[in-house]
């Protein structure tokens, strides 16, 4: 036996003390795999997470080698529809300027705008009839967000998208014999609507080819395509962007869970 190299901790903080640890063969439901155990004088009976990786034996590998696309961890596209925007009768395009960028932030206001680009989700252009300026926000991760600032006068002037938001009793109902839970993800806008969504930044305009924040209109277009992705399915609630599954057990959870993923991927999402 060796001297352990790991610090661990109970769920509560305190300090496990691990008295040392050694390589061997382990064997689950038949399956031989080398590894590492360790011993501790505390009456616990745990399989670390390495070995958990080993054998494969954790739901999110399943899913992992399932649903590879879903979970590849990239923006995705949903192949399924695009947003549309209708302005009201008698708009008067508003062009707002850029506002400045702190110095503080510049490089990273850059840094952002090269990524959206990179990722097609943004497109610079000459000259459009609409732009709004951007505000950036500084997220808790440290990473920057860019936000058209769309108050500025299209929010007022789109025809509001008249799809209700559910109500969180009605969420609650969906879910009610539910005890085990998971969450979750974006969408193009057609095409005769980009124009609408420039943004003007410190380095000129920029289309949104994207669904952006801010777009009043995008809450019930966004809600609406959730809301069709995941009909005839059980345990599931879609608000916005988050995801709700749910199951009566672990099984029906993990039977549901695969359904959701099933029908993300023929939306061409990604999680």
Known sequence: MAVSTVVAKSASGRP?????????????????????????????????????????????????????????????????????????????????????????????????LDRLERAKIITPVDFLKWAAPIVAVRKTNGKIRICGDYSTRLNEALQPHQYPLPLPQDIFTNLANCTIFNAFLKVEVDEGSRNLLTINTHRGLYRNNRLPLGVKAALGAFQQLIETMLVGLKGVSGYLDDIVVGGVDEEDHNRNLRAVLQRIQEFGFTI
């Open 16 to 112: 496990l003390q691990i008295e040392s640890e050694f390589t061997c063969d382990l064997s689950i439901d038949g399956r031989v795999m080398r590894g590492t155990l360790r011993v501790t004088k505390e009456e616990l009976h745990l399989l670390g997470s390495e070995m958990i990786d080993v054998f494969g034996l954790c739901q999110g590998c399943k899913l992992q080698a399932e649903f590879p696309r879903v979970l590849a961890g990239s923006l995705g596209l949903c192949k399924k529809a695009k947003v549309q925007f209708q302005l009201k009768t008698r708009v008067t395009p508003v062009f707002r300027p850029k506002r400045s960028v702190a110095y503080a932030m510049y490089q990273a206001v850059d840094n952002e």
